[in-house]
């Protein structure tokens, strides 16, 4: 049986990772803005973990995909190359702390 797939369906804006080529951030367009918060800190905890583990991502390619929080079962699914995250916890550009709690359960999803 299949336990790891995550899968998300919708009209969403695709933002590559600034930093990492094999790293694609997902959200629906109108909260582009927020997700562009979140994508140029990521690869910091991605990084991070290749650099403890002394071992490269395990799958070609990782997809962050945010989603409306109708659509979410949790706020973080991690699957396979793939992890589906309740948009609820994107942060507000403007406020400087806003993007913690984001940050952090996006980083565990990858672990």
Same mark, same amino acid.
């Given at each position: 049986?299949? #336990?790891?797939?995550?899968?998300?369906?919708?009209?969403?804006?695709?933002?590559?990772?600034?930093? #990492?080529?094999?790293?694609?951030?997902?959200?629906p367009p109108e909260l582009l803005?927020?997700?562009?918060?979140?994508?140029?800190?990521?690869?910091?905890?991605?990084?991070?973990?290749?650099?403890?583990?002394?071992?490269?991502?395990?799958?070609p390619s990782l997809q962050q995909?945010?989603?409306?929080?109708? #659509?979410?079962?949790?706020?973080?699914?991690?699957?396979? #190359?793939?992890?589906?995250?309740?948009?609820?916890?994107?942060?507000?550009?403007?406020?400087?702390?806003?993007?913690?709690e984001c940050r952090v359960r996006?980083?565990?999803?990858?672990?």
């Amino acid at each position: 049986p299949c #336990s790891h797939l995550a899968l998300a369906v919708g009209p969403f804006a695709a933002l590559p990772d600034p930093r #990492s080529d094999n790293v694609t951030h997902f959200a629906p367009p109108e909260l582009l803005d927020q997700l562009k918060t979140v994508a140029q800190n990521y690869n910091v905890a991605f990084g991070i973990y290749e650099d403890y583990l002394q071992s490269n991502f395990p799958y070609p390619s990782l997809q962050q995909v945010f989603v409306d929080p109708e #659509s979410a079962v949790c706020s973080v699914n991690a699957g396979a #190359s793939c992890n589906v995250i309740s948009a609820h916890l994107l942060p507000d550009p403007e406020v400087l702390e806003g993007g913690i709690e984001c940050r952090v359960r996006a980083a565990r999803a990858l672990a």
